[in-house]
């Protein structure tokens, strides 16, 4: 089944202490892309990928680290964790760049940073 | 970058009247429109897409309007019904340099159907 997966679905953490989300996807997308959706902002990208080794900065990259070194996974690190990144993100994929591409979501991580 | 912004934030409707969702973007070079359905406690998907080609598409009681001139579109649902209830977002693609491929989001619209 194509799908993007990622883990843990649920973190509840304290301050400072590094996590990594995971994100995967079977479709052999090239792009892949993080966003945190937070209530009454909608959805914005933290970081997102065109393809292996390529990365950029999306709106709200402040505090997060991402890495592509294979092209299904595009993992999402928080070196020091604060309160202000407690949200529901997301990892979102699709097959190109160009064009009409549809970008496939995750199931969602919730996180809390106590 | 492109900006893209949604109204109304909230929209309430009785069951088989319809609904309408209004987005604007600012770039010009924006060329891929879709538009994603969030029920409660699940992910966004895709319910329709429309390309800066079309001017209006349809799939059964939604479709989706362009206005390339003025940097709009819309979202209509017809004859509502209680289980399209969800959060929508509009978002716009553009194939323009840096920002190659990035999809930006409007901040939503809380869709409630009352039976």
């Known amino acids: 089944e194509a799908q993007v997966t990622q883990n843990p679905r649920y973190l509840i953490t304290v301050t400072g202490k590094k996590l990594t989300v995971t994100c995967s996807q079977n479709?052999?997308?090239?792009?892949m892309s993080w966003y945190r959706q937070d209530p009454g902002l909608g959805l914005r990208q933290i970081y997102y990928?065109?393809?292996?080794?390529?990365?950029d900065k999306g709106d709200v990259p402040e505090g997060y680290k991402v890495s592509r070194k294979e092209k299904r996974n595009f993992p999402l690190i928080l070196e020091s964790p604060s309160p202000n990144q407690t949200s529901l993100y997301f990892c979102?994929?699709?097959?190109?760049?160009?064009?009409?591409?549809?970008?496939?979501f995750g199931p969602g991580t919730r996180l809390t940073v106590l | 970058g492109e900006n893209v912004e949604q109204h109304p934030s909230t929209l309430s409707v009785q069951e088989g009247d319809s609904a309408v969702i209004k987005c604007t973007y600012s770039?010009?070079?924006?060329?891929?429109f879709p538009w994603y359905k969030q029920e409660l406690g699940k992910r966004p998907q895709l319910i329709i897409d429309?390309?800066?080609?079309?001017g209006e598409k349809k799939d059964q009681r939604i479709a989706v309007t362009l206005n390339k001139t003025a940097k709009h579109f819309s979202l209509h649902i017809t004859e509502t019904q209680p289980e399209d209830s969800a959060v929508y977002f509009c978002?716009?693609?553009?194939?323009?340099?840096?920002?190659?491929?990035?999809?930006?989001f409007g901040r939503g619209t809380q869709l409630t159907v009352w039976p």
């Open positions: 979102a994929s699709s097959s190109g760049t160009s064009g009409g591409n549809e970008q496939f």
């Open positions: 479709m052999n997308h090239e792009y």
């Open positions: 990928s065109m393809n292996v080794e390529v990365t």
């Open positions: 770039d010009s070079a924006s060329n891929y």
């Open positions: 429309i390309r800066s080609n079309v």
């Open positions: 978002a716009a693609k553009t194939d323009r340099g840096s920002t190659l491929g990035r999809l930006y």
